[in-house]
């Protein structure tokens, strides 16, 4: 695959002037329908250290009663929890087409041994996880171990099996420079990933349009290549409709003439859900 690559601020500042050019030209009504079509691409997430059976039961109950009554009965694309809580969240949810997804790989650090990375995947899929959100050891990729890393993006996918999507993460708040930052997103798709995630939400720097920028261009490089579909996710901070908008429209931008929907983009969010429920329901 191609890593040679070269990140051209120019291009990026010149995406980003088109699209906050054209978001101040929307109308109301246009802002609200994009957003609704924002809100379907959710993954709506709790990831706290006091995390309860009972807490997250409750939040899913939450997250299905956020349907946008707009006729056409949408919800948020999943749910995202630890993997002790994957069934639980299988339970609740049943029937409502709002899927499971649970981190995995030793979340937030990655640090954990490559077989109990993979172990813990398995056990994510088992108790019924749809989706896993994999964490790299971002080590292991700054010391040039990249053989490391894509064997435990392989193994992970491998887990996976044909039960589950594989969103990897690669946190993008450490990864020091742009040409990293797409190294990575190249190196996880090519061990397996179908989603190419921006950030755990562990760290300070969470989510950026700049890092956005980036590994979509990866992700659009890749499927030229590789004729896979596969799909990019927005995670870290974003807490606001109208920073959300703006990772949407990049992704929109990017693949133009393309459809932009939860089978290829997503947003990970604990706030965002129902400060956006709030605001379409208005």
């Known amino acids: 695959m191609v890593n040679d690559y070269v990140y051209d601020p120019g291009a990026f500042r010149g995406c980003m002037a088109e699209i906050e050019a054209g978001v101040g030209e929307m109308s109301d009504s246009e802002r609200k329908e994009l957003l ?15 995390d309860s059976r009972l807490s997250v039961e409750a939040f899913c109950r939450a997250t299905r009663g956020m349907c946008l009554a707009d006729g056409k009965e949408r919800h948020v694309a999943s749910v995202c929890v630890y993997p002790c ?18 981190v995995a790989g030793g979340f937030p650090a990655g640090q954990t041994p490559q077989r109990i990375k993979t172990e813990e995947v398995r056990c994510a899929v088992a108790e019924g996880a749809e989706e896993v959100d994999f964490v790299i050891n971002r080590g292991y990729f700054l010391t040039g171990d990249t053989q490391a890393v894509f064997d435990e993006v392989a193994a992970a996918k491998e887990a996976c099996g044909n039960d589950a999507l594989l969103k990897v993460i690669i946190e993008t708040g450490e990864l020091q420079s742009p040409e990293n930052i797409y190294k990575a997103s190249m190196l996880v798709l090519e061990a397996g990933a179908d989603f190419v995630k921006t950030s755990t939400g562990k760290i300070p720097v969470g989510a950026t349009p700049e890092a956005a920028y980036i590994m979509l261009t990866a992700v659009q490089n890749y499927i030229k290549i590789s004729k896979k579909a596969v799909g990019f996710k927005a995670a870290g901070g974003i807490s606001n409709p109208s920073d959300a908008l703006v990772f949407y429209l990049l992704h929109k931008k990017i693949f133009e003439g393309k459809t932009t929907n939860n089978q290829n983009f997503r947003i990970g969010a604990s706030r965002l859900t129902s400060h956006l429920f709030k605001f379409l329901s208005e």
């Open 85 to 102: 809580f994957a069934g639980v969240a299988k339970k609740e949810l049943e029937g409502s087409g709002i899927r499971v997804a649970s």
């Open 36 to 50: 609704g079509e924002v809100f379907t691409c959710i993954d709506n997430t709790t990831l706290n250290g006091a």
